[in-house]
């Protein structure tokens, strides 16, 4: 098994790979979750947002989608306002990093807002935005 796909089961691989072992704690607190394929998309519970034991929800999770080549992010505004941006650098395809509300490049430097747009270069377009609508407690996030 390649070190990416191990990092990536092991549910830290965004975080772990270019930040070391200082942010690990920080950065596994986001939950990595699988989607499921279902219509009209890829589906994840909304309750992945849920933090247990509290009334309040995490800001983002990760989800991992078959087919994709970088996780997707998705930030919760609302429980029907969500973003889902995927994590690959505009300038070279590196796979992004989670920082807060941002999300950074370890390869060159770039930095994307929580909607995708470019902080900081190099990269000058933003990140790709996937549609997502809902489905009784299913977020779907359409990647076609
Ligand atoms: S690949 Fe991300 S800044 Fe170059």
Redesign the pocket.
């Known amino acids: 098994m390649e070190r990416r796909s191990f990092l990536r089961l092991s549910g830290m691989g965004t975080c772990a790979a270019a930040t070391g072992m200082l942010s690990l704690a920080g950065c596994a607190s986001i939950p990595h979750v699988l989607a499921t394929a279902g219509e009209g998309g890829w589906r994840v519970r909304k309750d992945a947002f849920a933090i247990e034991g509290k009334d309040s929800f995490r800001r983002s999770i990760i989800v991992e989608v078959q087919g994709l080549e970088a996780p997707v992010i998705v930030y919760r505004n609302g429980d029907q306002d969500h973003i889902a941006l995927l994590m690959r ?6 796979e ?1 990093n989670v920082s807060g509300d941002q999300l950074t ?6 930095a994307f807002s929580n909607s995708g747009a470019v902080l900081e ?3 000058s377009q933003p990140l790709k935005r996937f549609p997502v609508t809902y489905a009784g407690e299913d977020l779907v996030i359409a990647t076609q």
């Open positions: 650098c505009t300038h070279k395809n590196a992004l490049c370890p390869a060159h430097g770039s270069g190099p990269a």
